[in-house]
């Protein structure tokens, strides 16, 4: 294909549509043509969307033959994590990091368990007195209170008196208070392990026939009037269940249509941990210590389909199946939540490390996506500490639990190069698994109290923040005994931001320092004429793309980071400290979209990838390569992504570089559609490191 005529000649000085000022570059014309390969690499693992539980689809790999000729060449490359490209920023609603004065605390044992009804805020765990902020003496109240939302005075009238730690809480289609845990007797009755409660006074609700009478409940969730409930118990309401069970939410009667039966601990004692359904009931994971649902084979993790009978849907993981490096974990799948719209779940763990395992993980899996050997769109590790609890909301994912670091897989009970301190508490951008800037930190524990557990036993998403149930005295650097809430109020909003999106718009070029050079540029193959723009700020500069309306560059071994505003690069400085690790310095070229950062290196036939987060401008710890076949990255000089493409710059061995396009859509790179769209010129040479595309 021909590429488009371009430019020898002089040049004249005019203003340009900016208002800035630049050398207009005159004249002829030069063609050239050269013949492509053909070769493709093409398929991944997919499921398109149609619905939350529609559209299934497994993994396909198509090979075709590749031809070789001077310019490209064949390369194979596999891509260690699966999906997370084709998935668009979106904004994320972020609590504030300090916590509200008036929660109440409790003085021993742990929260948690939260539930609210009107403005009242119930709290359960193995405490054994409370008091609001402002009492002077502490309160009798084993294992369950309840408190004003607004003021934290604690709510006198509810009095419920149990015999044993409560572990779940849960709000019935009639309002009544629906409590799991480890309990046998219920206001003088036996109620074991389960009771619905009067939320004003505590009184057991005698009608409420469900009852587990064969071990703990640990969690409790309501959908529709379907109440699921899961634990270490082998019989509800006198009849065979293990370890789940659904119960009418209202009446507590047995739904014997849900006979999923999870049994075969991996060691020690069998249990569900974690368990959540999806907002419109439709799919159901859980998480604990067992090896087999139904007969079949699920480790720490089973995913059920509601519609219709309850069934073991087709969905495995290997990832939860090889021990950690510690033995004093039997199982380390610790929670799961589901994301507001129901599309993906994620999963938080503990346990140690072990290669091939998500040990010390935060992990993200699609709710729609069938098959075996399934693995996270993306892994956050923290470097050997456990996580416990997590919660999605509002296009956040919040954990907690006894680590020091997120973005550490280079560490190992150390923090190695990436990682980012977070000590206790961490938030992460849904598409990419990064950190956010929010760090409250589980510290601020007064002298003679518990400055550190081992357990945040529970996030929730109430009405007004995120509540958490922890086993320590401090949090956000404030004495907080037992529990906290992250407040909506005084948070912030994260935008939805990426590569632009939108044609025409220009090309700029490395030209000379305090330069670049601008041509228009349709995101096809015509090019506009080139002026030389005068950029005082950019010196010494290195790959460079464009997130919205910041430029990142590099300069020397640095990330800088500069507005970009009407075309013109403003005063840069140098991104996230935690970032002093990486050399950007070799890069040959980087673009950025959908949370990755994707780069070459001179004489290196890869592309590679690394997550980045804008919020903080943090770069991930982990390198990735993207499926590449019939192209030769190792001649690239200069990458942006525009319109569906990436245009990058070729260096010859000889001469000026000429600029490429190829599709990319974020999973593979198929050389067979590359098309040359300019020939360099003693003008425009496409040999620069800095190419970036932008809509000014």
């Known amino acids: 294909m ?46 398109r969307r149609t619905s939350i539980r529609a559209g299934r689809s497994g993994a396909a790999v198509r090979w075709l033959a590749a031809l070789s000729v001077p310019a490209l060449v064949t390369t194979l490359l596999v891509s260690t994590p699966v999906g997370a490209a084709d998935f668009t920023p979106v904004a994320s609603t972020l609590t504030s990091p300090n916590p509200v004065d008036t929660t109440p605390h409790a003085q021993n044992g742990d929260v948690k368990a939260f539930a609210e009804i009107g403005d009242t805020v119930y709290a359960g765990g193995s405490f054994t007195s409370v008091k609001s902020p402002g009492d002077a003496g502490w309160t009798t109240r084993n ?50 392990n389960l009771v619905a409660l009067d939320p004003a006074t505590g009184a057991t609700v005698a009608s409420w026939v469900g009852r587990s009478d064969g071990g703990q409940v640990r969690r409790t969730i309501v959908r529709g009037n379907d109440l699921y409930i899961a634990g270490a118990f082998h019989w509800i309401n006198g009849t065979e269940h293990s370890l789940l069970a659904r119960l009418n939410a209202t009446t507590g009667a047995i739904d014997s249509t849900f006979q999923i039966d999870a049994s075969v601990a991996r060691t020690s004692s069998e249990l569900v941990w974690g368990l959540d359904v999806s907002p419109d009931g439709g799919t159901l994971v859980a998480v604990g210590n067992f090896t087999l649902v139904n007969g079949l084979s699920r480790n720490q ?4 389909e509601l519609d219709g009978t309850p069934a073991v849907a087709d969905w495995s993981t290997q990832r939860y199946v090889h021990p950690c490096s510690s033995a004093s974990f039997p199982f380390y799948a610790r929670d799961v939540d589901f994301s507001d719209d129901g599309s993906y779940f994620v999963i938080v763990a503990d346990g140690g490390r072990a290669a091939g395992a998500y040990c010390d993980t935060i992990a993200r899996f699609e709710t729609e996506t069938r098959g075996s050997a399934i693995d996270g769109t993306w892994v956050n590790y923290t470097g050997h500490d456990s996580v416990t ?25 150390a923090a190695g190069p990436g990682a980012i301190d977070r000590y206790g508490y961490g938030a992460l951008d849904p598409i990419n698994g990064m950190p956010l800037v929010w760090n409250p930190q589980r510290s601020g524990a007064p002298a003679g109290t518990t400055n550190w557990g081992p357990i945040v036993w529970e996030l929730w998403r109430g ?55 601008r041509l ?63 050399n950007t310095a070799t890069m040959s070229g980087a673009f ?47 990458l942006t992504w525009a319109n569906g493409k990436i245009v990058y710059g070729v260096k010859p061995l000889l001469g000026r570089g000429d600029l ?37």
């Open 389 to 413: 609890s997590v919660e999605v909301a509002d296009n956040v994912v919040y954990a907690g639990g006894h680590f020091r670091w997120l973005n550490n897989s280079n560490g190992n009970d």
């Open 2 to 47: 021909d590429g488009p005529d371009l430019i020898p000649a002089r040049s004249a000085t005019a203003e340009l549509p900016n208002g800035q000022t630049g050398r207009v570059m005159r004249a002829g014309h030069r063609r050239s043509k050269l013949r492509l390969s053909h070769s493709l690499l093409g398929g991944r693992p997919v499921s």
């Open 143 to 192: 294992y369950l209170f309840a408190y004003d939302r607004a003021t934290g005075a604690l709510k006198t009238s509810f009095v419920p008196v149990l015999d044993g730690a409560v572990h779940a809480l849960a709000v019935n289609p009639d309002g009544k208070l629906i409590v799991g845990g480890n309990f046998k007797n219920v206001n003088g009755v036996s109620r074991k």
């Open 520 to 582: 228009p540029f349709d995101g096809g193959a015509t090019l506009g004429t080139p002026t030389v723009v005068d950029q005082p700020n950019m010196v010494d500069a290195g790959a460079a793309f464009i997130v919205h309306n910041k430029l990142y560059w590099s300069k020397n071994s640095d990330l800088n980071i500069s507005m970009f505003t009407g075309g013109t690069v403003g005063g840069p400085w140098v991104g996230s400290g935690y970032n002093d690790w990486y």
């Open 463 to 517: 009405s007004t923040g995120i509540h958490a149930g922890f086993d320590n005295d401090g949090t956000g650097n404030e004495y907080h005994g037992r529990m906290a809430l992250f407040p909506l109020a005084g948070g912030r909003v994260t935008p939805a931001v990426n590569a632009p999106q939108t044609t025409p718009g220009y090309l700029y070029l490395g030209h000379e320092d305090g330069e670049l050079t």
């Open 592 to 638: 950025y979209l959908n949370g990755r950062m994707y780069y070459t290196k001179a004489g290196q036939n890869t592309l590679y990838y690394r997550y980045l987060e804008p919020d903080g401008y943090t770069v991930g710890a982990s390198e990735f390569t993207v499926p590449s076949q019939g192209v030769n990255w190792g001649q690239a000089r200069g």
């Open 301 to 304: 993790v089973v995913m059920v």
């Open 660 to 696: 490429w396009t190829v599709p990319f859509d974020g999973t593979a790179v198929d050389g067979a559609a590359a098309v040359r769209i300019a020939s360099g010129t003693r003008d425009v040479d496409w040999s620069s490191p800095t190419l970036f595309y932008a809509t000014s």
